[in-house]
């Protein structure tokens, strides 16, 4: 069960990784692999990937409107005060990659709830900008045009009390049920946007807690990347087939022991 749960662990840091374009080394993997086993920390890891940059979070001041971007640049608030934009992404994917492996680990004790989804974003992406965990006040539109920031909190307080109503998921037997329920909520998240970034990669975490909870795994190693962004961005139309499809193919129901 253990080296199940491993494996299943790495699919999911591999496919995080590989939707963003990019490829998981032995040395990355092995890397994660210590710190699911707990050889070693998150918080030992990101600190020596922040040294080995020559990077100081100690310069930052705070006198800067931590939801904004650098003026003449695309790279939002950060620490390190980087404005290279291919620095920063390599930088927030493997610090974020790092965390994500730790919360693989160690889920956060807590419902389900908005609260819960914030604190996986405060946790993947706190490291490196102030604004982690802060509810976006400007309009994003990177795929299509997302919930209006002044409708965020009523529209995630309606979303989230019918996930709870709905028991989280729980108790739902057959598994096209399951997968029905999962690609709503999960295309709701999506068009709800509550953050400048990594939504894609808290809302992802946030499910797969959600289905193993409810006594489901998503194999994360059969699913492929681009097919699975294409289907969320179907979703954010009101189109949840193409998310049920690709859902229909890697959700699995495990057993209690």
């Given at each position: 069960m253990k080296n199940d749960w491993l494996d299943y662990s790495l699919d999911y840091l591999r496919f995080t990784i590989e939707a963003d374009g990019e490829t998981m080394d032995d040395s990355l993997c092995d890397e994660f692999r210590s710190i699911l086993e707990g050889e070693t920390t998150a918080e030992k890891s990101v600190a020596d990937h922040i040294r080995s940059l020559n990077l100081d979070a100690s310069l930052y001041r705070g006198d800067v409107d931590e939801m904004s971007y650098y003026p003449g640049t695309r790279c939002l608030v950060n620490y390190f005060g980087i404005k290279d934009k291919p620095m920063l992404r390599r930088v927030d994917k493997r610090i974020s990659s790092l965390r994500t492996a730790e919360l693989l680990r160690s889920p956060l004790k807590m419902p389900f709830s908005f609260d819960h989804l914030i604190a996986i974003h405060s946790h993947l992406f706190g490291d490196i900008y102030p604004s982690a965990g802060m509810i976006r006040t400007s309009q994003s539109h990177k795929h299509r045009e997302y919930c209006q920031p002044e409708y965020i909190q009523s529209a995630a307080g309606k979303l989230f009390d019918g996930l709870r109503q709905s028991h989280y998921l729980m108790g739902i037997k057959d598994t096209d049920d399951f997968v029905n329920e999962l690609a709503y909520y999960m295309g709701e998240v999506e068009a709800l946007h509550p953050f400048l970034?990594?939504?894609?990669?808290?809302?992802?975490?946030?499910?797969?807690?959600?289905?193993?909870?409810?006594?489901?795994?998503?194999?994360?190693?059969?699913?492929?990347?681009?097919?699975?962004?294409?289907?969320?961005?179907?979703?954010?139309?009101?189109?949840?087939?193409?998310?049920?499809?690709?859902l229909e193919e890697i959700v699995i129901p495990v057993s209690a022991d």
């Amino acid at each position: 069960m253990k080296n199940d749960w491993l494996d299943y662990s790495l699919d999911y840091l591999r496919f995080t990784i590989e939707a963003d374009g990019e490829t998981m080394d032995d040395s990355l993997c092995d890397e994660f692999r210590s710190i699911l086993e707990g050889e070693t920390t998150a918080e030992k890891s990101v600190a020596d990937h922040i040294r080995s940059l020559n990077l100081d979070a100690s310069l930052y001041r705070g006198d800067v409107d931590e939801m904004s971007y650098y003026p003449g640049t695309r790279c939002l608030v950060n620490y390190f005060g980087i404005k290279d934009k291919p620095m920063l992404r390599r930088v927030d994917k493997r610090i974020s990659s790092l965390r994500t492996a730790e919360l693989l680990r160690s889920p956060l004790k807590m419902p389900f709830s908005f609260d819960h989804l914030i604190a996986i974003h405060s946790h993947l992406f706190g490291d490196i900008y102030p604004s982690a965990g802060m509810i976006r006040t400007s309009q994003s539109h990177k795929h299509r045009e997302y919930c209006q920031p002044e409708y965020i909190q009523s529209a995630a307080g309606k979303l989230f009390d019918g996930l709870r109503q709905s028991h989280y998921l729980m108790g739902i037997k057959d598994t096209d049920d399951f997968v029905n329920e999962l690609a709503y909520y999960m295309g709701e998240v999506e068009a709800l946007h509550p953050f400048l970034d990594g939504n894609g990669r808290t809302t992802r975490l946030f499910f797969d807690s959600i289905a193993r909870n409810a006594g489901y795994a998503i194999g994360w190693g059969s699913s492929d990347p681009d097919h699975f962004l294409e289907a969320n961005v179907a979703a954010l139309d009101g189109d949840y087939q193409a998310l049920i499809d690709v859902l229909e193919e890697i959700v699995i129901p495990v057993s209690a022991d």
